[in-house]
């Protein structure tokens, strides 16, 4: 069944349909019809299927003419199916946008998001402060395909505007950088971007799906991210997806001809009446999300299964409920890890020493899920290794408690000093925060600690905090008082050995 055929009677299938839902609403029935029209079922059904019956030639032509679908229909589910069909509108709707493209992975979604837009000879113009593996995908692997990025030495808004020239297609950045936590001005860069005739692209992975952060609502014109991490929130499935804020004039700003340059070809699933007209001719607002579909997404085949969707419909669900308790559990853990006295430095946007922590409370509704911190005599592996509650793996969003060693793993591909542009030094250690208990969280490294034994000229030097813009020049920051409750220190004192 076809979610975008209209039944007769609307107002029975869709009696929501009028009002503008909130958020913790959206993320329960955005998207999706008040019971599935072919079954009456409540859960969105798994469409497990690779293709989809016509019910007779004329149909199946009418389909292939996506003139006549919106550019939105059930032909093979490579290029579309119901259930990730829900998905995508659901998600659509909390991160602000008019469309998305759900893809195979985070990375998946960022390379079609990004080569939708720029062809052999161009460039895209990108902050360092970004995660590892996507760092290596624009320099490495967009260079085979005759894509060129140019990193910015942080995310500052005049010197990313300093690289464009005239073959730059986008300005990249993600809402909170991985593993840095900066939170880059998205205003003043989307005013860049657009000044230049140009969108700006997000990675909002760590902005929980507009929970922690909505981009869009600050001029960005596409959002990436993995769905893989807080979407899924359970460490099950991988996904990724793309989301158009539906604003930016591709007409208009004369460096895209793939969106206002006549179809060529026998058309495909794109449509054979629309052979000699333009994407933005007929799609306008949603002109990218077709052409991803139609131009990327059918010939990579990197698709989002439907059993992986219905996994992240389900995600989405409790999404809001799970990231206040992560926030929650990430803020207490930073304020005790701050007043601890084997720990070097802490960085979380949620203290007031974080050099972005103003920036946060602009743009985010929480202050993340995640922090570092390193510990004095830099042996992080030996904390890694004591924790028992903590899973050691490459993967953040969980509701279970992850911990990592980036400098050894997500970002051991890059040159030292790109580690170390991007915030990442050998005693870093990634906090993944779950929803466990904040009690049991703090009592796990508390007893990890006990492992560590640091030289007495350890114990009293000053370390610099690399979160900060600068790092060499950075100067030590004054740790916030603990606020741990008593009860903590208690059970964590029935813990340790005397």
């Not at 230049?196 to 929970?211: Q, S």
């Not at 600690?449 to 979160?467: D, G, H, T």
């Amino acid at each position: 069944m076809d979610f975008n055929v209209k039944p007769q009677n609307i107002d029975d299938i869709f009696p929501l349909r009028h009002r503008k839902l909130r958020f913790e609403t959206l993320q329960l029935h955005g998207g999706t019809p008040y019971k599935d029209p072919a079954t009456n079922a409540k859960a969105v059904p798994i469409y497990q299927t690779a293709s989809f019956v016509f019910d007779n030639s004329a149909q199946g032509a009418a389909l292939f003419d996506n003139s006549k679908t919106n550019g939105n229909s059930n032909i093979y589910s490579r290029i579309g199916n119901p259930t990730v069909d829900v998905f995508e509108k659901r998600v659509a709707a909390l991160e602000g946008g008019v469309a998305a493209l759900a893809a195979s992975s985070g990375q998946a979604a960022q390379f079609m998001a990004l080569t939708c837009l720029a062809n052999s000879g161009d460039n895209i113009v990108s902050s360092s402060y970004i995660y590892g593996g996507t760092h290596n995908q624009l320099k490495v692997l967009f260079k085979r395909y005759g894509i060129t990025t140019k990193f910015a030495k942080g995310d500052e808004p005049a010197a990313m505007e300093a690289l464009i020239d005239e073959n730059t297609k986008a300005l990249f950045c993600e809402s909170i950088g991985n593993p840095r936590y900066n939170v880059p001005d998205i205003q003043a860069l989307a005013d860049v971007a657009h000044r230049h005739g140009i969108p700006l692209v997000v990675d909002n992975t760590f902005g929980a799906c507009g929970t922690v952060a909505r981009p869009l609502d600050w001029g960005a014109d596409i959002v990436v991210e993995s769905a893989t991490k807080w979407i899924g929130g359970h460490g099950t499935t991988i996904g990724g997806v793309i989301v158009d804020s539906g604003r930016f004039d591709w007409g208009k700003s004369g460096k895209f001809p793939g969106f206002t340059t006549p179809i060529e070809g026998d058309g495909g699933w794109v449509g054979t009446n629309l052979v000699g007209h333009t994407f933005w001719d007929i799609f306008q607002e949603r002109s990218y999300t077709t052409k991803l579909r139609y131009d990327l997404l059918r010939d990579l085949g990197a698709c989002l299964s439907p059993h992986s969707a219905f996994l992240l419909i389900q995600g989405l669900e409790t999404l809001s409920l799970r990231v206040e308790r992560h926030l929650s559990n990430a803020m207490a853990l930073a304020r005790y890890l701050d007043a601890h006295p084997k720990v070097a430095w802490v960085s979380y946007l949620g203290l007031a020493s974080h050099p972005y922590h103003e920036a946060a409370k602009k743009y985010l509704k929480g202050f993340g899920c995640v922090l570092s911190f390193g510990v004095k005599g830099g042996r992080g592996d030996i904390i890694v290794d004591a924790l028992k509650l903590h899973s050691s793996l490459a993967n953040i969003g969980s509701v279970h408690s992850l911990v990592i060693h980036p400098w050894s793993t997500t970002h051991s591909m890059l040159k030292d000093e790109e580690r170390i542009a991007a915030g990442v030094t050998n005693d870093l250690i990634r906090i993944s925060v779950g929803t466990e208990h904040i009690d049991d969280i703090i009592e796990d490294f508390e007893v990890a600690f006990q492992a560590l034994e640091i030289p007495e000229e350890e114990a009293v030097k000053e370390v610099v905090n690399p979160s900060v813009s600068k790092i060499e020049d950075a100067a030590p920051k004054e740790k916030e008082k603990s606020i741990i409750p008593d009860n903590i220190t208690q059970k964590v004192a029935r813990l340790v050995p005397s």
